[in-house]
């Protein structure tokens, strides 16, 4: 039996086009004692890989990644078949996989699958613990979110306003702008697209910043460091607009001073110990309402770099994800 993956077969200048990619397939031979077969269901794409496509990723070997799959056969008797599990084998559309590289999982029926691919995943955890423990989020401060209608940004916002903050949120259509008022709630929205962003964030920012939850950098990172409270902070998530190369420099950082600004780095990787926490208040959050999501799902395996290079013109409203079986 064959099944497809997805090269890097040249490094990409700029933003990555078609041509830097090749679907191949492979051989692939019925799982060995202590091995499984994984059906790809659901991919994501993420901004990460655009840097990694530079030099981590090797070429002529299947593209990294993450997703959600099915056994379909089994040599492990921990993952039996039907078992849905996550996993981290890379755009791979069948794969063999030592059983206990994937984790089982039992996903709650009254939510659908493809949460767990963001709100219930790892964009979902990165903008709770980045705005919770690296934003040290208090009750009712004023925050501003960037890429505030993709994966990471539409839940940060919501999980401000759960706190009963005062959310601006900065997006690139008025698609995504319509949706964060209307939907996610929120009490402003900025489209840095077709307005002058600092004179827009000074406008619907009359207390200041107590916590900017950064995904962008360059001109976002500008416009909002002299809009910062004293002890105010930055969690520095993603500066998606360096992604393709040079971006636009930052001149403000000196803003930081008097202000007392923290910026901090963060992975989601760093919280583990919230996963549990997490888990049971998203779910909660999700199953009253008070999570709203919006999905872009590109149908087919193949259509997978297609996807990831339309993070960078921001195609997807909430978290971009590729459909490969159903
Ligand atoms: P996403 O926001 O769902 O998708 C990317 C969005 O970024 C696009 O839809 C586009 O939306 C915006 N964008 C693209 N190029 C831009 C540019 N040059 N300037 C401004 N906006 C641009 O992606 P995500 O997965 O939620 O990731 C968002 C950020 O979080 C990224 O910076 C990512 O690296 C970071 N992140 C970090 C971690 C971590 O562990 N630290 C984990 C996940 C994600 P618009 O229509 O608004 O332009």
Not at 27 to 33: E, G
Not at 38 to 49: H, R, W
Not at 176 to 182: Q, V
Not at 268 to 293: N, P, R
Request: aromatic share 6%.
């Amino acid at each position: 039996m064959q099944a497809r993956q997805i090269h890097l077969i040249r490094r990409p200048k700029g933003v990555p086009v078609a041509e830097d990619f090749k679907i191949v397939s492979v051989d692939l031979a019925d799982p060995q004692a202590g091995e499984v077969e994984v059906e790809a269901l659901l991919l994501s794409v993420d901004p990460y890989m655009r840097p990694r496509l530079n030099a981590d990723q090797a070429l002529h070997e299947a593209m990294l990644g993450t997703g959600i799959g099915r056994i379909v056969k089994s040599r492990d008797p921990a993952v039996p078949e039907g078992t849905l599990v996550r996993h981290a084998a890379g755009m791979r559309e069948r794969f063999l996989s030592a059983g206990n590289a994937v984790r089982i999982l039992r996903p709650d029926p009254a939510l659908p699958l493809s949460v767990y691919m963001h709100a219930l995943g790892g964009t979902g955890l990165t903008a709770y613990g980045g705005l919770l423990k690296i934003g040290a989020l208090q009750e009712g401060e004023q925050v501003v979110v960037s890429t505030a209608g993709g994966a990471v940004g539409s839940v940060a916002v919501q999980i401000a306003k759960i706190r009963q903050c005062h959310v601006v949120g900065i997006t690139g259509s008025d698609g995504k702008l319509a949706w964060l008022l209307e939907q996610a709630g929120i009490d402003a929205a900025i489209n840095y697209r077709t307005q002058d962003l600092s004179a827009a964030l000074a406008a619907v920012t009359p207390k200041g910043i107590d916590v900017y939850f950064e995904n962008v950098g360059g001109a976002h990172l500008d416009a909002s460091l002299p809009r910062m409270n004293v002890n105010g902070r930055i969690p520095l998530c993603g500066m998606i607009s360096t992604y393709n190369g040079a971006g636009e420099g930052v001149n403000n950082l000196s803003e930081m001073i008097y202000r007392r600004v923290r910026m901090q780095g963060f992975v989601s990787t760093d919280f583990a110990s919230l996963s549990d926490q997490f888990v049971e208040d998203m779910t909660a959050w999700l199953k009253a309402g008070q999570i709203k999501y919006q999905e872009t799902v590109i149908p087919g395996f193949e259509s997978t770099p297609e996807a990831l290079i339309g993070l960078f013109s921001g195609r997807n409203s909430g978290k971009m994800l590729v459909s490969v079986c159903n």
